[in-house]
T-cell receptor, first 114, second 114 residues
Framework: NAGVTQTPKFRILKIGQSMTLQCTQD?????MYWYRQDPGMGLKLIYY???????DKGEVPNGYNVSRSTTEDFPLRLELAAPSQTSVYFC?????????????FGSGTRLTVV | DQQVKQNSPSLSVQEGRISILNCDYT??????FLWYKKYPAEGPTFLIS?????DKNEDGRFTVFLNKSAKHLSLHIVPSQPGDSAVYFC?????????????FGAGTRLFVKA
């Protein structure tokens, strides 16, 4: 049971480059999320999805885009990378009831923009 | 505007003693509170949660206490073990259309000394 899988684990981007962070889950969870964690800060919600074909903005969506064409996959796209996007990115999924089971997180992608 | 605050960046405890991690929140609309544990190079993992209608929830060595009037919750770990050394995130969830919105604190790094 793989859970939530994120690729790549590490990436260095130059300013202005673009990339896609991949996230896939095999638990048939409807809800998926993208968070970023900056040093000394809590996780900030970038985008979330309540099911295939449905996405919505979180707290810090600027500079990012997402799509949800299948239940399993929820890629995060950075179009014009900026140093402010240097962070650790976590993808998560849930059944919908996070109250008793919480989110299942991936192991993260550490992104550096130089 | 930090809606969920963990004011202690770190905590050091002797093995076998009690660890108490604290968390304060500002929004009375939160329905559930959760604690996550994070090891280096891994994603956070769900630990324990509590509904806003309760004041205590216990799971083995972990107990979460909620004081709604003070907008304060705490996680007690008894007895503490070296394997408990990790970063602990407090999170608060509120019902929104289509699911829940979760806000995370900045985390407290727990060191359990053998």
């Amino acid at each position: 049971n793989a859970g939530v899988t994120q690729t790549p684990k590490f990436r260095i981007l130059k300013i202005g480059q673009s990339m896609t962070l991949q996230c896939t889950q095999d638990m048939n969870h409807n809800y998926m999320y993208w968070y970023r964690q900056d040093p000394g800060m809590g996780l900030k919600l970038i985008y979330y999805s309540v099911g295939a074909g449905i996405t919505d903005k979180g707290e810090v969506p600027n500079g990012y885009n997402v799509s949800r064409s299948t239940t399993e996959d929820f890629p995060l796209r950075l179009e014009l990378a900026a140093p402010s996007q240097t962070s650790v990115y976590f993808c998560a999924s849930s059944l919908g009831d996070v109250t008793n089971y919480g989110y299942t997180f991936g192991s993260g992608t550490r992104l550096t923009v130089v | 505007d930090q809606q969920v605050k963990q004011n202690s960046p770190s905590l050091s405890v002797q093995e076998g003693r009690i660890s108490i991690l604290n968390c304060d929140y500002t929004n009375s609309m939160f329905d559930y509170f959760l604690w996550y544990k994070k090891y280096p190079a891994e994603g956070p993992t769900f630990l324990i949660s509590i509904s806003s209608i309760k004041d205590k929830n216990e799971d083995g060595r972990f107990t979460v206490f909620l004081n709604k009037s003070a907008k304060h919750l705490s996680l007690h770990i008894v007895p503490s073990q070296p394997g408990d050394s990790a970063v602990y995130f407090c999170a608060a969830s509120a019902s929104v259309t289509g699911g829940f919105k979760t806000i995370f604190g900045a985390g407290t790094r727990l060191f359990v000394k053998a």
